[in-house]
C-alpha cells in the first residue's frame, strides 16, 4: 500500500528552527509537495520537490532524498504566524496526490 | 480575483437528504479534484476530473457522485447523506500537465454535518 508518514505534532519557540519531516512509500514518485495548512482555511502550497537536493525559499527550505523515500521541510526564523500544519504529499505514478495527516506545529513565544 | 469558490460555506444535513456541494473555478484549470479531511486523517481524494465531460473515481467514492460539464464546475452530490459523511470538504484544480504545474489549488472548504 501506499503511505506517507509524518510526526502529528511538533513544538518550537518563536525565533527558533524547526525541522519537519515526511518519509513516504508509493507506487512511483513524480514530486514531493508540502503544503501549509492554518486552522479553519485551505492547504496552501509551500513547495515542490523531484530532485534530490534542498530548494530554499526565503525562510523556509524543503530537501529530498528519493532514495531514502524521505523529505523534510526546514523553517527558519519562526514567527507566531507559522503556527500551522503542514502537509506532506506524493505525486505518485499515476499523477494521484498521496496525503500525509499533517504536522500540526505550535509556536510558543 | 481568480481562485476557486465553493458553496455553502457550511451546512448541517439531516440524514437521508440529497446535497449537492458546488465548486467554481476561474483559472482554466483542467484537472478538478474533491477531498474530504476529517481530523487525524489525510486528505482523501472523493472523485477527480482530469478534463471536462471526464470523471474518475478516488480512494473514497462510495456515496458520493460528481459531473464534470464545463471546464469551471465541479459539483459533488450526496444522493442520501449519513453521518459518516460529516467532514470538510475541499474542491482543488491544477493544471495536471506534469512535473510544478501539477501543483493544486484549494478552495476555501464546505464544512457539513450530518445528523
Known amino acids: 500500500g501506499q503511505n506517507i508518514d509524518q510526526p502529528t505534532e511538533m513544538t518550537a519557540t518563536e525565533g527558533a528552527i524547526v525541522q519537519i519531516n515526511c518519509t513516504y512509500q508509493?507506487?512511483?514518485?513524480?514530486?514531493l509537495f508540502w503544503y501549509q495548512q492554518h486552522a479553519g482555511e485551505a492547504p496552501t502550497f509551500l513547495s515542490y520537490n523531484v530532485l534530490d537536493g534542498l530548494e530554499e525559499k526565503g525562510r523556509f527550505s524543503s530537501f529530498l532524498s528519493r532514495s531514502k523515500g524521505y523529505s523534510y521541510l526546514l523553517l527558519k526564523e519562526l514567527q507566531m504566524k507559522d503556527s500551522a500544519s503542514y502537509l506532506c504529499a506524493v505525486l505518485d505514478s499515476n499523477y494521484q496526490l498521496i496525503w500525509g495527516a499533517g504536522t500540526k506545529l505550535i509556536i510558543k513565544p | 480575483i481568480a481562485g476557486i469558490t465553493q458553496a455553502p460555506t457550511s451546512q448541517i444535513l439531516a440524514a437521508g437528504r440529497r446535497m449537492t456541494l458546488r465548486c467554481t473555478q476561474d483559472m482554466r484549470h483542467n484537472a478538478m479534484y474533491w477531498y474530504r479531511q476529517d481530523l487525524g486523517l489525510g486528505l482523501r481524494l472523493i472523485h477527480y476530473s482530469n478534463t471536462a465531460g471526464t470523471t474518475g473515481k478516488g480512494e473514497v467514492p462510495d456515496g458520493y457522485s460528481v459531473s464534470r460539464a464545463n471546464t469551471d464546475d465541479f459539483p459533488l452530490t450526496l444522493a442520501s447523506a449519513v453521518p459518516s459523511q460529516t467532514s470538510v470538504y475541499f474542491c482543488?484544480?491544477?493544471?495536471?500537465?506534469?512535473?510544478?504545474?501539477?501543483?493544486?489549488?484549494f478552495g476555501p472548504g464546505t464544512r457539513l454535518t450530518v445528523l
Open positions: 508509493t507506487s512511483g514518485f513524480n514530486g
Open positions: 482543488a484544480s491544477s493544471d495536471s500537465k506534469g512535473l510544478a504545474t501539477d501543483t493544486q489549488y
